[in-house]
């Protein structure tokens, strides 16, 4: 603050005042407001003007300790102040950037300033405006959706992605975090009910949802329309589930063949972003989901002739490889491992193998990449692309060396329930072992293994020669393709981004908790699937925007860094005996400002809202 002289004459007399005054910051730049007259200080000597409007500065800022009634000059001209600042009250507007934002400059009791209310704010904030970003209000709005409705699929959203909770405790977390503030809605009342039933009401609108949200990223991202990849993936149930026939036991691959499950089919583009998913019965093969989803794809973002489906082994049988070419569509494929195992002879030569050069990865530049190896092998229709991994030698061998020995420990329990006789009948012991080479058809085709019917025995003999030429292609595996433009390098490229699909169904499964279900009606598993899917959207869209910019940060990190900024109450209580409560957003740390401008997301996480608490005798106000 600082003193500024005013003057003005009438009927031939100059009047002399002084005014203290202060600078503050506007949306028009710095501006001079006048905090009080001060009157004619000519009487006093021009050295004691300054310290008399720093003593009025610091009682009008709180220094209570300074105004103990010693100076009453002082204290008259505060008392001035303070009633021309009660009197502006009912009219302050928070987070005013004009001259009269300022109005309530307040004398607080320092010793009981309190903080109220502190709720986690930063990664559901960033989480609404991608939310935003995507379109998903309007999206929901266009399919009539009420604003409850749209507020509810948004919390729920934002709940999969943050910190996953069941519906039954999903309220308690919502009113844990700033959702509310966010959205501007109460979520106090909020309990379980609405959030099933807004399950039932996306049910039937996920087609819709999910063809105006891809069409939205594509534009959005400037998406690549001409390659799609297509994988699967296995959910399990938690209970019997017995009111969902899509629940059935089959090839598990989260490792639970105990539990029932379903199969979830996923299409992505290039970037990762996903284009369609399909919920299948827990039993269904690979290869029967391909024409399906390709079906799903022409109504949901319209395949385009040309377009290149790159699928993993367990699809490419010949019918499917025919399906894609009747679409006038092209195909990059793992061969399946009888057809690996007849192109032994050209794995074993060296000539015709060149080295893929692998950039390391930018999160960890010093990561040592494994060496790669491909060759080309064109025919009439189709060519072939033979590769090898270093890498994935020992991986092939270690998956091999482990299944054996669980292999070997059955053949062994086999034996000895034979040998007690707790197993009779040849056909049994046939249907045992037929079991046996099922589930071990690694490993079962380097063993000869049969019942001895006279001796009452298994008959056990290792084939070392088949496992001698199974070793030899250990790392080797075989992509096949219609296209005759690409190059092994380029095929391999192509194909090898499939992980995208994976890291998609990684993502889905962990860090968004789709697995296990709880769910036991069949469209609400559904649903609970396509919410994983709807946070995961936000997720690959935040984590694609920091890619764009060299920025290789995962959504745990963001969620890690940004858990210290919150929404909380300040609690200011006055000398004139009513209370200030401030609803604002914490100061950002540096690395989290840093993040938000990556993000082109707004520091600020709201405005803040003030309210006044006045004496019963008195009205409250709230201001926002």
């Not at 993502?507 to 649903?527: D, G, W």
């Amino acid at each position: 603050m600082f003193l500024r002289k005013s003057t003005r004459r009438y009927k031939d007399k100059i009047y002399t005042n002084y005014m203290l005054v202060e600078s503050v910051h506007t949306a028009k730049g710095p501006r001079q407001k006048v905090v009080c007259s001060l009157g004619d200080l000519s009487p006093r000597p021009a050295k004691e003007w300054l310290a008399l409007a720093h003593r009025v500065e610091d009682a009008l800022t709180g220094q209570k300790g300074l105004l103990d009634g010693s100076d009453p000059e002082v204290a008259k001209i505060v008392q001035r102040v303070r009633q021309r600042q009660a009197r502006s009250k009912p009219t302050a507007t928070s987070g005013s950037d004009g001259e009269d934002g300022d109005k309530d400059l307040v004398t607080i009791h320092g010793d009981r300033v309190g903080v109220q209310e502190p709720r986690s704010a930063g990664a559901v904030h960033v989480g609404h405006q991608f939310w935003k970003r995507l379109g998903l209000e309007e999206i929901l709005g266009g399919l009539e959706f009420s604003p409850r409705a749209v507020e509810l699929t948004c919390a729920m959203v934002l709940n999969r992605l943050v910190s996953p909770k069941s519906e039954h405790a999903m309220p308690n977390w919502i009113r844990a975090t700033a959702i509310g503030d966010l959205l501007g809605v109460d979520f106090a009342e909020l309990t379980d009910a609405p959030l099933y039933r807004n399950l039932d009401r996306l049910h039937p609108n996920r087609v819709a949802i999910e063809k105006a949200l891809a069409a939205r990223e594509r534009s959005l991202f400037n998406l690549d329309p001409t390659i799609f990849f297509y994988d699967l993936t296995s959910t399990y149930f938690e209970g019997q589930a017995l009111a969902n026939p899509k629940a059935r036991r089959g090839y598990s691959r989260d490792q639970r063949p105990d539990c029932k499950q379903v199969v979830m089919g996923l299409a992505v583009g290039k970037e990762g972003f996903p284009l369609a998913h399909e919920v299948y019965a827990g039993n269904t093969q690979d290869r029967q989901t391909l024409p399906s989803m390709l079906d799903s794809l022409e109504k949901r973002v319209g395949v385009i002739k040309g377009m290149t489906v790159v699928v993993d082994r367990g699809m490419a049988y010949a019918e499917n490889l025919a399906e894609i070419g009747r679409r006038e569509l092209h195909y990059v494929v793992a061969a399946r491992q009888p057809e690996r195992d007849q192109w032994r002879e050209e794995f074993e030569k060296t000539e015709g193998f060149e080295e893929v050069h692998r950039q390391p990865s930018p999160r960890n530049p010093f990561q040592q990449k494994s060496t790669v190896r491909v060759k080309r092998i064109a025919g009439e229709t189709e060519q072939w692309i033979l590769c090898s991994s270093s890498e994935r030698v020992a991986k092939d061998r270690a998956i091999r060396e482990k299944q054996e020995s669980i292999f070997l420990v059955d053949i062994a329990k086999l034996q000895k329930r034979i040998a007690d006789g707790r197993l009779v009948r040849e056909v049994a012991i046939g249907e045992a072992l037929g079991r046996l080479k099922e589930r071990y058809s690694r490993v079962a085709r380097y063993h000869a293994l049969e019942f001895d019917a006279g001796a009452r025995k298994l008959v056990h003999e290792p084939d070392a020669e088949k496992k001698a030429k199974a070793e030899l292609l250990d790392g080797t595996y075989l992509l096949r393709t219609d296209r005759k433009d690409l190059s092994a390098d380029e095929a391999w490229r192509i194909y090898i981004t499939l992980t995208r699909a994976e890291s998609a169904f990684r993502s889905m499964k962990t860090p968004l908790a789709e697995r296990p279900i709880f769910h036991h009606l069949e469209r609400r598993v559904e649903t609970h699937i396509f919410l994983c899917l709807l946070a995961y959207h936000l997720l690959v869209a935040i984590e694609t925007t920091l890619l764009r910019q060299d920025v290789h940060t995962s959504w745990a990190t963001v969620r890690e860094t940004l858990a210290t900024h919150e929404i909380s109450t300040i609690v200011l209580p006055t000398d004139s005996g009513a209370i200030l409560k401030i609803r604002k957003g914490s100061t950002p740390e540096p690395d989290q400002v840093e993040l938000y401008r990556q993000l082109d997301v707004p520091a600020e996480l709201i405005r803040p809202r003030r309210t006044w608490i006045h004496p019963p005798h008195q009205r409250s106000v709230s201001s926002d």
